[in-house]
């Protein structure tokens, strides 16, 4: 078993073998990862891919193999064998010790899988989950579970499914599934298995091989009251292995409902690359978790913890609830393209808020955005090359100074309970082209009101003055502001709107 292998690029491995039946009459499935440990450990790194992977363990003042994958087995490393005889047969071996923090988040994952088939779920050791599948709709399983084992290796793992009648006779398939086994004769699948299988105890088994048992099926054979007075209990709980008796309940666990992930990193990350891979797989899971319990995210918190004891966090509220792996991936790509750390990132945690999926209905001629998150993702590539506060949507500021707007987010413009702000009244007035910038201009006076005028645009001598309507605001900020407004016709003809902002003249627009 190589546990960096994906077999997603081989589609012979899901066509169903002769054994395998495109439907279960229920029963209990069982997901097995083998060698847990030692594909916890690798899943995460993918610059070991392709390469012999071995996983370590003191054993008394040495360190010897405890789980291989296949490339190193067939490099000639086998169990027990110190580093320096794992390097000897297999130079480029890559050695790993334990990880307690990737193997509680490929546990996490295995779990969640599991629950995405059933309610009902026991943790039977490190590595294998047996699910109930009583009540369990049965048609489709096989469909379903080949779905499942494309999901797992999205996420590192190489699993194998297994079908049978109960507990111990899935846990069998499992262990033999290329990836997936459904049991339709099981006295045959069972006649034909080494005698390994049954887990026999060193005593037990040294005995059996000196009077040839070497399977299953040879094992039954022999009656079970003949293997009682010789073999005692040990050979009694052997034989009923053997013919896969099992009469014992699951012992059921629950799925945490907290959905975040922390890993720490063995090797410091100083580049996208590596850190969007992390952050695929721990995305992965996390939505596993998700449809298992059936939520969506509506938030998400991504924080890194970086070499010199500092943390960079941020926020992502999204525009619409989602467990969608793709789409959170893209909108946390979109924003660390343009992140910059002081130092390199040593962990990694990543935590997501989770609701009921919205459902709602639209009025009949109201028109919404087609992709909320795509639409979200675009905004996301404006801000970066505009600059924040550089896009949205224009507002009027509530002040009477002229073209006073603020920019607001696209993504809060519209309100929570539906309500639609009253739009203020128009008065009605000749339409006026406004000049941007108001052009300067030169404006003689007497008494006070404007009497000729001099400009770029137009010059000529003022007929009829209508004013001044003096405006100002802000006065308790920075940004106060006082002008005097004129509305005037001239001799030669046309209406034009005037401003005077302290000592300076403006012709704003024209009327007509």
């Not at 949205?392 to 309970?417: C, I, K, V, Y």
């Amino acid at each position: 078993m190589d546990p960096t292998a994906n077999s997603s690029n081989n589609p012979s491995k899901f066509r169903p073998c002769p054994s395998t039946p495109d439907s279960v009459s229920g029963g209990f499935a069982v997901i097995v990862l083998p060698e847990f440990a030692l594909q916890a450990a690798v899943r995460l790194e993918k610059a070991w891919e392709g390469r012999p992977c071995v996983l370590l363990e003191e054993r008394g003042r040495k360190a010897v193999a405890v789980q291989v994958d296949a490339r190193a087995r067939d490099g000639g490393v086998i169990l027990g064998m110190t580093a320096p005889q794992v390097l000897a047969r297999c130079p480029d071996a890559v050695l790993l010790e334990r990880s307690p923090g990737r193997e509680a988040l490929a546990r996490e994952a295995l779990l969640s899988a599991a629950f995405t088939v059933s309610p009902r779920v026991e943790e039977t050791e490190e590595g294998v989950c047996t699910i109930d599948l009583r009540g369990v709709p049965c048609k489709g399983l096989i469909d379903r579970a080949r779905r499942l084992v494309l999901e797992l290796e999205e996420l590192g793992f190489n699993p194998r499914i297994g079908f049978g009648g109960n507990p111990l006779l899935a846990l069998y398939a499992a262990r033999e599934a290329t990836p997936v086994l459904a049991l339709e004769d099981e006295s045959a699948f069972l006649a034909a298995l080494p005698l390994e299988a049954a887990d026999p105890p060193p005593r037990v088994a040294e005995i059996l091989h000196q009077w040839g048992v070497k399977t299953l099926g040879t094992l039954t054979a022999l009656p079970r009251d003949a293997i009682a007075k010789r073999l005692g209990e040990e050979g009694i709980a052997l034989w009923d292995r053997a013919a896969g008796r099992c009469d014992r309940a699951l012992r059921l666990t629950s799925l945490p409902e907290e959905f975040e992930e922390t890993l720490e990193l063995e090797h410091e990350m100083e580049t996208l690359e590596p850190l969007l891979f992390v952050l695929r797989r721990l995305l992965g899971q996390l939505t596993l978790r998700l449809a298992a319990v059936y939520k969506v995210a509506e938030e998400v918190k991504l924080v890194l913890g970086l070499a010199d004891e500092s943390n960079y966090e941020r926020r992502f509220r999204l525009p619409e609830p989602t467990r969608d792996p793709d789409l959170l991936f893209r909108m946390l790509h979109t924003h660390l393209e343009n992140v910059r750390t002081e130092s390199a990132i040593i962990r990694i945690h990543l935590w997501m808020q989770p609701c009921r999926p919205v459902a709602k209905q639209t009025d009949l001629f109201e028109a919404t955005v087609k992709d909320v998150t795509g639409f979200a993702d675009t905004l996301a590539r404006l801000v970066a090359i505009a600059g924040s506060g550089n896009v949205g949507s224009p507002r009027l500021e509530p002040t009477h100074r002229p073209d006073a707007f603020r920019m607001e987010s696209l993504q809060n413009t519209g309100s929570r309970d539906g309500s639609v702000a009253s739009k203020p009244s128009r008065l009605i007035r000749p339409p006026m082209r406004r000049f941007r910038p108001p052009i300067p201009a030169h404006v003689r006076t007497r008494n006070g009101r404007p009497i000729d005028i001099e400009s770029n645009v137009i010059t000529g001598r003022i007929q009829n003055a209508s004013g001044p309507w003096r405006l100002s605001g802000d006065w308790w900020d920075s940004r106060r502001w006082a002008r005097d407004e004129w509305d005037v016709d001239l001799y030669e003809g046309g209406s034009y709107r005037l401003v005077r902002e302290g000592r300076k003249w403006f012709v704003e627009g024209v009327y007509g």
